[in-house]
Every structure is written in structure tokens, then in C-alpha cells.
């Protein structure tokens, strides 16, 4: 079931499967939001819960016992409660159910809410912990931006512009998808990353560490141009499909396990951990300049 939230200058589209944003619109109309074209990449803006990345075997253990989790965990896959709904704003809950305890045995609320404000969407994550121990997880935001603005874009019309200079080495992905400990280095002292077709031939982009707390999509073509700010995120992802004409600026807290993990959940690179009856917020903003 999708919901729609907009004001003069933005229209926000977002669904109970997964709370997953599916359109945003400026005023012009544009969709700036990829459109989950099933022959390429078929989703829109996945949350990544309670998982980020892949772990070892897809498995992971905690107090001796092992469980099985898919890569960036289920709460993209989940339907959830649409608990309140607004001219500007939305909010989803999940909470944990007999399915997701047989792969993630923690009794946890997980709320998504989405504000339009302006040009400018937020977006709220609270994970609660409502069991007796301490919980494990991780979250990040997967959204996917389109790459065509205008007729006849070309993917190299289209850059990125971090918020400050940056001197970075991606973390490089195994062929098992777990962080291989060989680093590239990306950007040296610039803020500048242009797209190309081949800037994703070795999967994604993980930067641990980076300075900036913004990124900004332009194009060389159009004066629009979209911000992603996520201050207090440790990790970011930047991926598409080879040649594909999207992007996605992902904040994380937490990444894919790294190779000879031993497997425990607790023991994580990158993994939170929430004490009984506390609760974890984190947030990032989509702005819009047209």
C-alpha cells in the first residue's frame, strides 16, 4: 500500500512493503528517485535492517547458537504497519514477529518516519530494544537516484560533490561479497567523484571514516541538483549496476563482514549495540534544488 505526502515543491511517495520510498518528484516534475526497473535493479530505496552488507555464509552466531540471515537483513523484505500518516509526514513500525526471531532472536520496535519540510525530506530510523539484553544490529538507508533528469542524459553528465575534500580508499569486496582488507584509493584531496560506466566494475564503493556529512548529485547538463546529508553515519556506500543509469548514496552504521570473521554477531566490525529498554535514533535528509 503506497502513501504520498507533498507540499509545493516536493511529492513523496513511500509503501508499507519494506517502508520503502518509491517516488520523489520536484516541482518540475522530475523523478528524481530510481524506478525499480526489474531488468536492472528492481528495487527503489531498501532499508538495510538489522544486517548491513553480507555476512559470512549469510550466518552468523550468538550465545553458541547459529542463525541464518540474508544480506542487508529483512527489513527491506517486511510488511510494515502503517501506524500514522499526515499531509507531511508518514510513519511505519515493525516489530518483531515468530519469523524474525528464527533469524534474529531480539524483541526490538523499528519505526520509519519520512517529514517533508520545503525542498527537503527527512528521514527517521529509531530501533527500540524491548527484550532483557543487550541487541546487535545495524542500519543504513540503500536509496537509488535516477540519472536522467533530461532526454538523452548520458551517465558521464552526472557527478558527485562531497561536502568536504576527501582523501579516500574504498574497502574492496571479495568474491564472497565480505570485505577482502585490499583498499583502492578513490579521491585524494578532492570533492569531486565523477560517474562513469565503469566506476562500479569492482561492486561498491565503502568508504569507513570520510570526513564529509553531505553529497550532492549534479549534473553537467541541469542546474537541479539533490543532497543526501547523514551526519553521524561512520560508513557510506556508493553503488550501481555497471552502466546502469542510477546511483545510490548509502549511509551505513555498519558494513559486510570482513574475511576470517569468527562469526560472532557480537564481535562485528561496525556492529551497535543497544542496552535493554534503550532506544537508537539516526536520520538522513533528501534535498531537492530545482
Known sequence: MKQTISNALMTVSACTAGAELCSIQGASGVEYLWQADPSVWP??????????????????????????????????????????????????????????????????????????????????????????????????????????????????????????PETLDTHHLGDDHLLSGETERVLTNERHLPISKDLFQRDALIFIGQQSDSITLRSHKHPNALTVSFPGFPSLGIWAKPAAPFVCIEPWYGHADTSGTDGVIMHKPGILHLAPDAMFTCGYTITVNE
Open 43 to 164: 528495487r527503489h530505496a531498501p532499508l538495510l535492517f538489522p544486517v548491513v552488507g553480507k555476512l559470512a555464509n549469510d550466518r552468523y552466531t550468538f550465545q553458541d547458537q547459529s542463525y541464518v540471515l540474508p544480506q542487508h537483513g529483512f527489513g527491506r523484505d517486511m510488511s510494515f504497519e502503517l501506524e500514522a500518516k499526515t499531509d507531511a509526514q508518514i510513519l511505519y513500525r515493525l516489530a518483531a514477529t515468530d519469523e524474525t526471531r528464527n533469524c534474529y532472536p531480539f524483541e526490538f520496535v523499528l519505526h520509519v518516519k519520512y517529514e517533508l519540510s520545503g525542498s527537503r525530506l527527512e528521514v527517521q530510523y529509531t530501533v527500540s530494544n524491548q527484550g532483557h539484553g543487550v541487541m546487535p544490529f545495524s542500519i543504513g538507508a540503500h536509496p537509488g537516484f535516477s540519472l536522467s533528469w533530461g532526454e538523452s542524459d548520458a551517465i558521464e553528465d552526472y557527478y558527485l560533490e562531497f561536502s568536504q
